[in-house]
């Protein structure tokens, strides 16, 4: 039987807290104050996973020097108030209680700057739950989650007495730099479906297993029974999607039942995927 995960690293904003109002407000007021249009906050969701930096220059085309500036008055704002305007995911904390109480050792590994992560995880009360905090500095410009993982891992493997194996770590995430940074570490990865990521995204980026709540990720078991029966669970599902379209189906109007074989077939694929 497949080992259960001794070590869980954990991104921060996306997967342990809900931050997109104050990140949102902090770089709106970077971008007024850069004198560029803020456009739909929706877009901004772009903006929660890679270093801010990189993205103001790769989605508002500011040049380096511009991207300082930018950085600067995020950082002004989201010192103030932005980085206060957080709250945990429902089902977080007793996730995190389950994982300990079975001692697992809990990690995060985040591309927020350190002493930021550690306010936020201060302020919202979970800071109780992890062994060790890992996240570039303030004045780091370029940093990745494959780099980072390595450093956890690093971590573990100076300061465990237990025998630490890579091969009992895993990363979870919602965004496709926390796959893509585990892939680069060499370790497994879960990626969380309740973050600001979605399925189609965490797969191409080569995810390991996908989270739909927080609970499940305290289910290892389940997580792991579910990765290696995944094709049967979809049979399954399919199966009672379609027994209930059919059920439906059959007590609709007439009209219904002169759909071509070809709608009825799509609107089931749909279903099912």
């Known amino acids: 039987m497949e080992a259960l995960y001794q070590y869980i690293i954990f991104d921060l904003d996306g997967t342990l807290i809900k931050s997109e109002e104050g990140l949102y407000d902090s770089i709106t007021y970077a971008l007024e104050k850069s004198g560029v249009d803020p456009g739909d906050r929706k877009d901004m969701k772009r903006m929660i996973g890679p270093v801010l930096w990189e993205s103001f220059q790769k989605f508002y085309n500011m040049s380096a020097e511009e991207a300082d500036r930018a950085n600067a008055?995020?950082?002004?704002?989201?010192?103030?108030?932005?980085?206060?305007?957080?709250?945990?995911?429902?089902?977080?904390?007793?996730?995190?209680?389950?994982?300990?109480?079975?001692?697992r050792i809990l990690l995060v590994v985040t591309a927020k700057p350190r002493d930021m992560a550690e306010i936020v995880l201060n302020h919202t009360g979970i800071d109780q739950y992890f062994q060790a905090v890992i996240g570039p500095a303030r004045e780091d410009k370029k940093t990745d989650k494959g780099s980072l993982l390595k450093k956890a891992l690093s971590f573990l493997a100076t300061t465990r007495t237990d025998h630490f194996q890579k091969e009992q770590a895993?990363?979870?995430?919602?965004?496709?730099?926390?796959?893509?940074?585990a892939g680069e570490a060499?370790?497994?990865?879960?990626?969380?479906?309740?973050?600001?990521?979605d399925r189609q995204e965490l797969i191409k980026a080569g995810a390991t297993y996908i989270a739909e709540t927080p609970k499940l990720i305290s289910r290892q078991g389940e997580l792991l029974w579910y990765q290696k029966n995944s094709q049967s669970i979809m049979n399954w599902e399919c199966t009672c999607v379609r027994q209930v379209f059919f059920h439906r189906w059959q007590q609709s109007t007439r009209a219904t039942l002169q759909l071509s074989t070809t709608v009825r077939t799509s609107t089931l694929r749909a279903l099912c995927f």
């Open 73 to 103: 008055y995020f950082v002004e704002a989201y010192d103030k108030e932005g980085i206060y305007k957080v709250s945990v995911y429902e089902g977080v904390v007793q996730m995190l209680e389950s994982l300990r109480n079975a001692g």
């Open 170 to 181: 895993v990363m979870v995430g919602d965004r496709m730099f926390d796959m893509n940074g």
């Open 186 to 197: 060499g370790i497994r990865s879960i990626g969380v479906l309740y973050g600001y990521g």
